[in-house]
């Protein structure tokens, strides 16, 4: 199985900017989608942003569009989420997810399309 282990989270202050990485270990990663999720205490998980790893495609949720960039690096086997201009209501645990079909299965915007999932790091956004 993939193995996802992300590190990056912190609490900084609002306006700032913060980058999440996400490396991936134990399959190849040509067909996979890698998404970001996150989840605030009392609400459901969120889809954040997605990334094809063969072609690049990007697509992003609304809240965060303009703000943040998924991107990868294939030598490094690692997914990068780069935040910028934070808001106190992006405050929540972040996840990084990995899945070969969700593309195929049309499920790349929800958290039930995935079969890997790192452990989440905690941002927090001050105001």
């Known amino acids: 199985q993939v193995q996802l282990v992300e590190s990056g989270g912190g609490l900084v202050q609002a306006g700032g900017s913060l980058r999440l990485s996400c490396v991936a270990s134990?399959?190849?990663?040509?067909?996979?989608?890698m998404g970001w999720f996150r989840q605030a205490p009392g609400k459901e998980r969120e889809f954040v942003a997605v990334?094809?790893?063969?072609?690049?495609?990007?697509y992003y949720a609304d809240s965060v569009k303009g703000r943040f960039t998924i991107s990868r690096d294939n030598a490094k086997n690692t997914v990068y989420l780069q935040m910028n201009s934070l808001k106190p209501e992006d405050t929540a645990v972040y996840s990084c997810?990995?899945?070969?079909?969700?593309?195929?299965?049309?499920?790349?915007?929800?958290?039930?399309?995935?079969?890997?999932w790192g452990q989440g790091t905690q941002v927090t956004v001050s105001s």
């Open positions: 134990g399959r190849t990663f040509s067909s996979y989608a």
């Open positions: 997810a990995a899945d070969p079909t969700a593309i195929y299965r049309g499920m790349v915007f929800t958290p039930g399309g995935y079969a890997h």
């Open positions: 990334l094809r790893w063969s072609g690049g495609n990007t």
